[in-house]
T-cell receptor
Framework: DTGVSQNPRHKITKRGQNVTFRCDPI?????LYWYRQTLGQGPEFLTY????????KSRLLSDRFSAERPKGSFSTLEIQRTEQGDSAMYLC???????????FGPGTRLTVL | AQSVAQPEDQVNVAEGNPLTVKCTYS??????LFWYVQYPNRGLQFLLK??????LVKGSYGFEAEFNKSQTSFHLKKPSALVSDSALYFC?????????????FGKGTRLSVIA
């Protein structure tokens, strides 16, 4: 399978704990995006990388959120001190360039108890 | 600022009938427009896009969409619906003249095709 992969697919955690998600983009895609999707809503942009550089962050990305793409390949999204409002589907997408189609992974569903 | 409106939360259609899922958008510059489909517990799957050129765009699984600049619309259509088309459909837009702007999605329209 050469699509975008995300791990884990599901994560249940208690409020206050830290969680980390991983995204592996399509090989050779230099752009990688993170989105958050809550029930009944479309995906909302969080941040994106071009190679290893994080170029833009949404105001939705509070100080508790951090994303990295250390070698320009896979990316991680960490949420510290999780809150119940962080419960959502976290989607990763990749594209070859700025104007190209973004291809999405299956998502990581986070539930904060 | 960019925005997308999908005015219908739910569309019901009988199998074999034509379907339309509506989308209108707002951007300052030239729009890039996309349609994605989402099946339960899955990520978004790309259907089609409009960048420039012919206003009628053909995509995967027999879907097509028509770009209408004067009405700022990009409605998704299919001549004959299948039960397997039942899913959540998202329209998205990006302002191509506004630098590195992200995709902005609508809230989605749930399509239900009844046998």
């Amino acid at each position: 399978d050469t699509g975008v992969s995300q791990n884990p697919r599901h994560k249940i955690t208690k409020r206050g704990q830290n969680v980390t998600f991983r995204c592996d983009p399509i090989s050779e895609h230099n752009r990688l995006y993170w989105y958050r999707q809550t029930l009944g809503q479309g995906p909302e942009f969080l941040t994106y990388f071009q190679n290893e550089a994080q170029l833009e962050k949404s105001r939705l990305l509070s100080d508790r959120f951090s994303a990295e793409r250390p070698k320009g390949s896979f990316s991680t999204l960490e949420i510290q001190r999780t809150e119940q409002g962080d419960s959502a589907m976290y989607l990763c997408a990749s594209s070859l360039g700025r104007s190209d189609t973004q291809y999405f992974g299956p998502g990581t569903r986070l539930t904060v108890l | 600022a960019q925005s997308v409106a999908q005015p219908e939360d739910q569309v019901n259609v009988a199998e074999g009938n034509p379907l339309t899922v509506k989308c209108t958008y707002s951007v300052s510059g030239n729009p890039y427009l996309f349609w994605y489909v989402q099946y339960p517990n899955r990520g978004l799957q790309f259907l089609l896009k409009y960048i420039t050129g012919d206003n009628l765009v053909k995509g995967s699984y027999g879907f097509e969409a028509e770009f209408n600049k004067s009405q700022t619309s990009f409605h998704l259509k299919k001549p004959s619906a299948l039960v397997s088309d039942s899913a959540l459909y998202f329209c998205a837009v990006r302002d191509n003249d506004a630098g590195n702007t992200p995709l902005v999605f609508g809230k989605g329209t749930r399509l239900s095709v009844i046998a």
